[in-house]
């Protein structure tokens, strides 16, 4: 079956710009949780949905990140004035559930550059 | 704060030898410990998880509460283990993870 999928799987912008970056679960999957990686990095936290609600968005590193979810499924991270700090891929990642033996599974990335 | 300390970058062992990868934590509380695992070119995906107790691909990993560390064992490395490891934390209600920065395991033949 098809699995979470992020969309552009790369993306180079400017300085000051608005940017998208779109995460489809898997089809079922309530909970969703968005990460950014730095070069030689893991993984950082940035905000957890339950459904359509964004139960833990504590990662969130300013106001210019904004992630949304309307119907529970497909989810939006906005950065707003990108600076080059940005820079990262940011994944996405679906469970079934938030539960000890559910399982997250990972999207490919979106590469973000900002020049 | 909550921490995930993966001290070694790279780890080089050859086929057959054991290899244990170290992983430490901090934690305020009792927090469940997973291993995610990625592949060349590959998502990341999970390989472990401690509430499970299970043995994935022959590795376990114990968690130690008087030392807050979760290593990451195999006793006989084969060639296609090598990967990038990450340890991961997770508070009991799952609503985040906190990942290390990961090893990279490279298993010479």
């Known amino acids: 079956g098809a699995g979470v999928s992020q969309t552009p799987s790369n993306k180079v912008t400017e300085k000051g710009k608005y940017v998208e970056l779109r995460c489809d679960p898997i089809?079922?999957?309530?909970?969703l949780y968005w990460y950014r990686q730095s070069l030689g990095q893991g993984p950082e936290f940035l905000i957890y949905?339950?459904?359509?609600?964004?139960?833990?968005d504590s990662g969130l590193p300013n106001d210019r990140f904004f992630a949304v979810r309307p119907e529970g499924s497909v989810s939006t991270l906005k950065i707003q004035r990108t600076e080059r700090g940005d820079s990262a891929v940011y994944l996405c990642?679906?469970?079934?559930?938030?539960?000890?033996?559910?399982?997250?599974?990972f999207g490919p990335g979106t590469r973000l550059t900002v020049l | 704060a909550q921490r995930v300390t993966q001290p070694e970058k790279l780890l080089s062992v050859f086929k057959g030898a054991p290899v244990e990868l170290k992983c430490n934590y901090s934690?305020?509380?009792?927090?469940?410990l997973f291993w995610y695992v990625q592949y060349s070119r590959q998502r990341l995906q999970l390989l472990l998880r401690h509430i499970s107790r299970e043995s994935i691909k022959g590795f376990t990993a114990d968690l130690n509460k008087g030392e807050t560390s979760f290593h990451l064992k195999k006793p006989f490395a084969q060639e296609e283990d090598s990967a990038m490891y990450y340890c991961?934390?997770?508070?009991?209600?799952?609503?985040?993870?906190?990942f290390g920065s990961g090893t990279k395991l490279n298993v010479k033949p």
């Open positions: 934690y305020s509380g009792s927090p469940e």
């Open positions: 991961a934390l997770s508070p009991h209600n799952f609503n985040k993870f906190y």
């Open positions: 949905f339950q459904g359509t609600g964004a139960a833990d």
């Open positions: 990642a679906s469970s079934m559930g938030a539960g000890p033996t559910d399982t997250q599974y």
């Open positions: 089809s079922g999957h309530t909970a």
